[in-house]
């Protein structure tokens, strides 16, 4: 199966923020766009990756783009994979806002860019940002005029003064686009998530098609969450690439920090986390804790073993089906769920990603009739019967009451009786029964008085 990259909210106008390091992109791209998803520091360079969100201004919603610093002719691997990603926002803009700053005046970068943008076609706006004070007239505003792209727009991303009427002027160019309202339609949202370097973002580039994560051998060069959208097999797809998740005690960097908390809560707006684990260094306590993570919050999980080309080469190399067995023998809560191998620089196997969080998404979706529940838990129950204290304990009936999780109540004469082991043998059973791997199952016991009968009388 194959994965196309499409438009990011392909129906929306895409307004693109370039410019060179450290002029204020991220704090005037989170102003707008009401979040906080991209990252603001003093350091230039802290944005990376290319950030979106919808924004809306006067009743005109867009999808705005952030992107890291623009430095043209670098030479530095990671400043030309920035650069590379500007570029592809530019091909995909309808409206660009190229930003500098009037504290530092037109740099050589700055004319550098603006040679760039004349010679497109796509509609321009320079914006001239940190003017804080309100006296437009302390700051020397001459040497823009001389790049070429009209009337400097001021604003003041820290204190948002002057915002409005760049918006204003914005919104000018979406009549002109005569932009329709997007198309509703759900995505799965898929979070990649794992321990910096293990191939997150080669992973997401190549599913892409497209460089839209910068890949790097240095630990934690993606520093933001990263949305790309996808159309594979007829399902579309949100795949999220997050920063490397740390032990909280090693994280001694702000931007690090903020990125893992970040991370987290990617995955918590997510359907299914596929989680990357490093087939040579094999899973890890820190592996382990955000497979957990993913599970306590009742999201869909994959686990995914990258770099299976180098295990291939070893000498000593075990096969697939061994190496799986060894995962689930590590870590015993990972028998419900899917672990594929891949490997994200070949390319070989990773389509199965798509497959495999389609089908562990439509599993967590699914509905059982209450019918065939008592059905299941009538059979379950004769073959091993519930006891607690040495008491005979009766199960009335099981409903539904929830997917994504699949979340289901257990009618019981005495629930408080029932022991762990019981309660994690009827899970393993309700999952065997309906097909519920790669996802969490919730079992909620509730009391319920005896009935005449032998219990389970709800099925009848």
């Given at each position: 199966?194959?994965?196309?990259?499409?438009?990011?909210?392909?129906?929306?106008?895409?307004?693109?923020?370039?410019g060179r390091?450290?002029?204020?992109?991220?704090?005037?791209f989170?102003?707008?766009?009401?979040?906080?998803?991209?990252?603001?520091?003093?350091?230039?360079?802290?944005?990376?990756?290319?950030?979106?969100?919808?924004?809306?201004w006067?009743?005109?919603?867009?999808?705005?783009?952030?992107?890291?610093g623009?430095?043209?002719?670098?030479?530095?691997?990671?400043?030309?994979?920035i650069?590379?990603?500007?570029?592809?926002?530019?091909?995909?803009?309808?409206?660009?806002?190229?930003m500098?700053?009037?504290?530092?005046?037109?740099?050589?970068?700055?004319?550098?860019?603006?040679?760039?943008l004349?010679?497109?076609?796509?509609?321009?706006?320079?914006?001239?940002?940190?003017?804080?004070?309100?006296?437009?007239?302390?700051?020397?505003?001459?040497?823009f005029?001389?790049?070429?792209?009209?009337?400097?727009?001021?604003?003041?991303?820290?204190?948002?003064?002057?915002?409005?009427?760049?918006?204003?002027?914005?919104?000018?160019?979406?009549?002109q686009?005569?932009?329709a309202?997007?198309?509703?339609?759900?995505?799965?949202?898929?979070?990649?998530?794992?321990?910096?370097?293990?191939?997150?973002?080669?992973?997401?580039?190549?599913?892409?098609?497209?460089e839209?994560?910068?890949?790097?051998?240095v630990?934690?060069?993606t520093?933001?969450?990263?949305?790309?959208?996808?159309?594979?097999?007829?399902?579309?797809?949100?795949?999220?690439?997050?920063?490397?998740?740390r032990?909280?005690?090693?994280?001694?960097?702000?931007?690090?920090?903020?990125?893992?908390?970040?991370?987290?809560?990617?995955?918590?707006?997510?359907?299914?986390?596929?989680?990357?684990?490093?087939?040579?260094?094999?899973?890890?306590?820190?592996?382990?804790?955000?497979?957990?993570?993913?599970?306590?919050?009742?999201?869909?999980?994959?686990?995914?073993?990258?770099?299976?080309?180098?295990?291939?080469?070893?000498?000593?190399?075990?096969?697939?089906?061994?190496?799986?067995?060894?995962?689930?023998?590590?870590?015993?809560?990972?028998?419900?769920?899917?672990?594929?191998?891949?490997?994200?620089?070949?390319?070989?196997?990773?389509?199965r990603?798509?497959?495999e969080?389609?089908?562990?998404?439509?599993?967590?979706?699914?509905?059982?009739?209450?019918?065939?529940?008592?059905?299941?838990?009538?059979?379950?129950?004769?073959?091993?019967?519930?006891?607690?204290?040495?008491?005979?304990?009766?199960?009335?009936?099981?409903?539904?009451?929830?997917?994504?999780?699949?979340t289901?109540?257990?009618?019981?004469?005495?629930?408080?009786?029932?022991?762990?082991?019981?309660?994690?043998?009827?899970?393993?059973?309700?999952r065997?029964?309906?097909?519920?791997?790669?996802?969490?199952?919730?079992l909620?016991?509730r009391?319920?008085?005896?009935?005449?009968?032998?219990?389970?009388?709800?099925?009848?």
């Amino acid at each position: 199966m194959s994965a196309h990259p499409i438009s990011i909210d392909p129906v929306r106008p895409i307004v693109a923020i370039i410019g060179r390091p450290n002029v204020g992109k991220s704090t005037f791209f989170n102003r707008i766009s009401g979040t906080r998803k991209a990252i603001t520091d003093d350091r230039p360079g802290v944005t990376r990756d290319r950030i979106h969100a919808v924004a809306q201004w006067l009743g005109h919603r867009f999808t705005l783009v952030d992107t890291g610093g623009y430095v043209p002719g670098s030479k530095d691997e990671i400043e030309g994979s920035i650069r590379r990603q500007a570029e592809h926002a530019l091909e995909a803009a309808d409206i660009v806002l190229f930003m500098c700053e009037a504290s530092t005046g037109v740099t050589g970068d700055d004319r550098e860019v603006a040679d760039l943008l004349r010679r497109r076609d796509t509609p321009c706006l320079l914006v001239v940002n940190k003017v804080d004070h309100p006296e437009i007239e302390r700051y020397d505003l001459g040497e823009f005029y001389a790049l070429g792209l009209g009337e400097p727009h001021v604003v003041s991303a820290a204190n948002g003064r002057r915002s409005g009427d760049l918006l204003d002027a914005l919104v000018a160019h979406f009549v002109q686009l005569e932009a329709a309202p997007p198309p509703e339609e759900e995505a799965v949202r898929v979070v990649l998530a794992g321990r910096p370097n293990v191939g997150k973002s080669t992973l997401i580039n190549r599913l892409a098609g497209q460089e839209v994560s910068i890949v790097h051998d240095v630990p934690g060069t993606t520093r933001d969450a990263t949305d790309v959208t996808l159309d594979c097999g007829g399902r579309r797809f949100v795949l999220v690439d997050t920063a490397g998740m740390r032990r909280r005690s090693k994280i001694d960097d702000q931007v690090e920090y903020y990125s893992t908390l970040r991370a987290s809560y990617s995955i918590e707006r997510c359907d299914v986390v596929i989680v990357l684990v490093d087939a040579i260094e094999g899973a890890t306590a820190q592996d382990a804790r955000i497979m957990g993570h993913a599970m306590e919050l009742g999201k869909g999980l994959v686990v995914a073993v990258n770099k299976w080309d180098l295990m291939a080469a070893k000498q000593d190399r075990v096969g697939i089906d061994t190496y799986r067995d060894d995962l689930r023998h590590r870590y015993p809560f990972l028998l419900p769920y899917p672990i594929l191998v891949l490997s994200a620089l070949t390319g070989s196997r990773t389509s199965r990603c798509f497959d495999e969080a389609a089908r562990v998404h439509d599993r967590a979706h699914i509905r059982i009739p209450t019918s065939r529940l008592n059905r299941w838990v009538e059979e379950a129950t004769k073959r091993l019967p519930p006891t607690g204290a040495g008491r005979e304990i009766r199960i009335h009936y099981v409903t539904q009451s929830a997917v994504s999780p699949p979340t289901f109540l257990v009618f019981a004469t005495r629930p408080d009786l029932v022991g762990e082991s019981y309660r994690r043998h009827l899970e393993r059973s309700l999952r065997e029964t309906f097909d519920f791997a790669g996802t969490p199952v919730r079992l909620h016991w509730r009391h319920s008085r005896s009935r005449r009968g032998n219990g389970t009388r709800a099925s009848r």
